[in-house]
């Protein structure tokens, strides 16, 4: 896990709670990610993801620990790990176009504002959005094609690491199944690792490789990396036909309904690492074998 | 009347109003100068039939409004300017000592909306400086500057600077987070940041307190012009009234309306250019 491509090591978040006092969001939490890897993470309202995201962002330091990228560690923003905000992440006063050729010529300074404008317009093109819509202000834009916008802005930089705050979070079912999909057929043929908060099981199930599972905070932990052991390219109507689909889905049911509760708030000894134990479920090997439906493989 | 818009109804109102207030004033005053057919000859001594003492009728004040109009800009000496020349002399002023006070306050404001160190420092002596009636610096500044020309400009100044300034520190302090981690995940330095994310988001409050700021300028123009006298708009009404011309006191009353809402116009048209939907 001290190779991967991005290691998180040790992190530890406190915040003063109010009173005097501090609480502490999540501590020693340790994790890799591979490169080209799409990891989402699940878990209940509070428990400290988005901390996490904007520490691996860059815009947030930890108050211990540190995350690594490519062997170096992260300090601050930077263009190689592209965000996609939940809220708000587009400016306003700028159209869809002018919102992603911000992005773009920030990246490619160098570039004359036709070939900006170019990438720009291929980038949105990937998401869905052409025509007269591009040249509209975010508030004439439906909340999906914000998001298209997002995901553009975002791609179009070709950030190493790409980091989604429940991106979907304020969309219908019907809008959030069209960019699933468009954010896969972006991502695909791309190197590019992808980390993604969400709240959506069956969202998590049909984009990831691998699923961190985060118990309830204060204290909270990355207590499991669920692999998702369907094959690429998934459909959403086909994978709910899979053997694993279901196993997968009852698991990560389970956690969030039950054990996330259970295992929360332990304080862990000093110099601790918590390290999420990664969980395999296969159903396809072959009934012969008779599988456990959680199958925990200590790392 | 249900067919017409909105607008249009609203005009036809204006109008009528406008028509019913000028006969209401018109005939007001010609019932006044009949009564001046019966004056006591103790009257007719003290002068109370002088037509020039009294409030002139709105026929009078459109001839005159037409005259001026028609040659605004004529000199014939220094009591006797057109009101085009009055009224520029004002404007000068008033935008002189405006844009002084928008690159100070601007910048300054910037300053103090994104460091909260910044805010607290400069707090107290804004607050102490703002409520000051601004021609209550006057006296000082005729004193210090030695010129009334100068000082009546920074009286402008003084007093348009306070609007800018805190409406300044207000928009930048509020601008959205999302907004600045946006540029802060692209790269951009701090200039790059302010001018191309904090200057956009909070460009509709920087403007809002551009338009008080002109709007109280206006308004203390004049009273500073009573005060220095020379040349402008306010010596113009109180030059008129040293002379009991009153038809001239109400016209330039009306041109110093007109201009302050063109000033005002100006700046709406900015505000609206400048707006955004979040
Ligand atoms: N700046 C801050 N100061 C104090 N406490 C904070 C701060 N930011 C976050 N917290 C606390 O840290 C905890 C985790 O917050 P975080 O936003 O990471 O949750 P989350 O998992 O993203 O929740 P959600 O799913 O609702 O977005 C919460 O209890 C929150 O109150
Ligand atoms: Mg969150």
């Known amino acids: 896990m001290a190779n991967s491509f991005l290691s998180i090591e040790k992190l530890t978040q406190r915040y003063p709670d109010g009173k005097g006092g501090e609480f502490t969001v999540f501590e020693n939490a340790s994790f890799g990610i591979e490169k080209g890897e799409f990891v989402c993470i699940l878990g209940h309202s509070g428990c400290g993801k988005s901390t996490i995201m904007n520490i691996l962002a860059g815009l ?10 490519d062997g170096f560690a992260v300090s601050g923003p930077s263009l190689d790990r592209g965000v996609v905000f939940q809220n708000y992440s587009l400016l306003p006063w700028l159209t869809a176009l002018k919102n992603v050729t911000f992005g773009v010529a920030a990246r490619f300074p160098d570039w004359t504002k036709q070939q900006v404008e170019d990438r720009s317009i291929a980038f949105l093109d990937k998401v869905g959005l052409s025509g007269d819509a591009i040249h509209r202000k975010p508030s004439q834009l439906s909340g999906g094609m914000r998001q298209r916008v997002s995901i553009a802005r975002a791609f179009a930089n070709e950030p190493k690491l790409l980091l989604l705050d429940e991106p979907f979070g304020a969309l219908d079912a019907l809008t959030r199944g069209t960019i699933q999909e468009e954010l896969l057929k972006v991502w695909s043929g791309t190197d590019q690792t992808v980390f993604m908060i969400t709240h959506d099981i069956d969202e998590a199930i049909l984009l990831a490789d691998r699923i961190l599972l985060m118990t309830n905070g204060p204290l909270a932990r990355v207590a499991e990396s669920v692999e998702i052991t369907i094959p690429r390219p998934r459909v959403r109507t086909d994978i709910v036909e899979h053997p694993n689909y279901y196993a997968i889905r009852n698991h990560l049911v389970q956690f969030l309904g039950k054990r996330s509760a259970e295992l929360a708030g332990q304080v862990s000894a000093e110099g601790e690492t918590h390290s999420p134990q990664t969980v395999r479920i296969d159903k396809t090997r072959g009934a012969a074998d008779e599988q456990p439906l959680l199958q925990a493989v200590k790392t | 009347m249900d067919l017409l ?9 204006s109008i ?3 028509i019913v207030g000028l006969l209401v004033w018109e005939m007001s005053i010609s019932a006044q100068a009949i009564n001046t057919g019966e004056l006591t000859e103790y009257e007719l001594l003290t002068g109370a039939d002088t037509a020039k003492a009294g409030v002139p009728p709105p026929s009078e004040v459109a001839v005159k409004a037409w005259q001026e109009l028609s040659n605004p800009f004529y000199d014939a000496g220094p009591n006797d300017k057109g009101i085009g020349i009055q009224i520029g002399y004002s404007i000068y002023r008033v935008l002189t000592g405006y844009f002084l006070a928008a690159i100070i306050a601007i910048p300054l404001g910037f300053l103090i909306g994104m460091s909260s160190v910044a805010y607290k420092a400069l707090n107290p002596f804004i607050q102490v400086l703002r409520p000051i009636s601004p021609l209550a610096w006057m006296p000082l500044a005729l004193f210090i ?15 348009s600077i306070w ?3 805190l ?7 509020g601008v959205r987070e999302d907004w600045v981690n946006v540029a802060r995940t692209h790269e951009l330095g701090a200039f790059k940041t302010a001018f191309t994310v904090v200057l956009p988001a909070a460009a509709p409050t920087i403007v809002t307190g551009m338009r008080i700021s002109i709007g109280i300028a206006w308004l203390v123009i004049v009273a500073a012009e009573m005060l220095v006298g020379g040349t402008g708009i306010g010596y113009y009404v109180w030059n008129e009234w040293n002379n009991l011309d009153l038809t001239s006191v109400i016209f330039s009353i009306l041109m110093i309306g007109v201009v302050g809402m063109l000033l005002d116009a100006a700046f709406g048209l900015l505000q609206r250019r400048v707006a955004y939907v979040e």
């Open chain 2, 16 to 18: 009528a109003l406008l």
């Open chain 2, 5 to 13: 818009s909105e607008n249009k109804r609203a005009a036809i109102w």
């Open chain 2, 167 to 173: 409406n300044t520190a207000f928009g930048v302090a």
């Open chain 1, 60 to 69: 947030s330091e930890p108050t211990k620990g540190v995350v690594k990228m």
């Open chain 2, 163 to 165: 609007p800018m300034l």
């Open chain 2, 145 to 159: 500057i030695q010129d009334s020309e100068a000082s009546a400009i920074f009286v402008i100044f003084i007093c």
